[in-house]
């Protein structure tokens, strides 16, 4: 059974300083009115945001569906946007393995794997006992999906009273709070590089094609930091 204390102690690490609980919550605000106004009821936008979880995915759902794409389309894009999320998991599942807990949990717990909870857990891992960790985790991914729900919930109700401009800007502060979690947390010179060349290319590359610039800046300016930190190493 999933212990009460860790799990707790997780769920509760949201009401840090540092929670992404209100930038979360803005971004799946404006998911909830852009779903009411894509014709979804209630319940479809609630099950759709338990199920999708992930900003970029829910999104990139609601894009295809306005666009008219296919199921299997819908399906094929959230999956591949998704796969981001795996690096985070490789990275982060070692770090809470222990041969005392079910194998179940890990299984569970896969769905709550998002940058959100991601940065919560990586800074506060070593304080907490490695057998228990997965308790831990499971809180605080339980903590963050319910934010997500909710968030939904108020922004289907509330999306009379949001325009365009307010929805785009309720959107993009979890991607800032990202980006400022990830500056803060610079430990190295590739880190830092990456995430300054990241800016910096991504705009440059939209002129050239801007359905691939997002990917060509990361791409180009992670390969760069990488090879930039390698050289300093050595």
């Known amino acids: 059974m999933i212990n009460k204390e860790f799990f ?11 929670s992404p609980a209100i930038a979360l919550g803005c971004c799946f605000i404006a998911i909830g009115a852009l779903l009411k106004n ?18 970029p995915g829910s999104l990139v759902m609601a894009e295809s569906l306005l666009v008219g794409a296919s199921l299997l389309n819908i399906f094929l894009a959230v ?7 795996y690096p985070m998991a490789v990275s982060l599942f070692p770090l809470m393995m222990h041969e005392s807990q079910p194998k179940w949990k890990y299984y569970f717990s896969c769905h709550f ?3 959100s909870a991601w940065l919560i857990m990586k800074s506060n891992y070593k304080s907490i006992p490695k057998e228990q960790r997965i308790d831990y ?7 963050t999906w319910s934010i997500a729900v909710i968030g939904t919930f108020i922004g289907f109700f509330s999306s009379e009273y949001l325009n365009k401009d307010l929805m785009m800007g309720l959107a993009i502060l ?7 979690m990830m ?3 610079s430990k190295t010179i590739q880190v830092s590089l990456s995430v300054i060349l990241g800016l910096l290319l991504g705009p440059i590359f939209y002129f050239l094609t801007p359905e691939w610039s997002i990917l060509l800046g990361g791409l180009v300016g ?9 050289l300093n190493v050595s």
């Open 8 to 18: 707790l102690k997780g769920y509760k690490s949201i009401l840090k300083h540092d």
């Open 79 to 85: 999956w591949f946007v998704n796969a981001r999320l």
């Open 38 to 55: 894509l014709g979804f009821n209630i319940q479809e936008s609630v099950f759709s945001t338990m199920l999708t979880y992930a900003l």
């Open 174 to 180: 979890n991607p800032i709070y990202f980006l400022c």
């Open 113 to 115: 794997i998002a940058v």
């Open 222 to 230: 992670g390969t760069i930091a990488y090879l930039i930190g390698e």
């Open 137 to 143: 985790w499971i809180g605080i991914g339980t903590a």
């Open 183 to 185: 500056v803060g947390a």
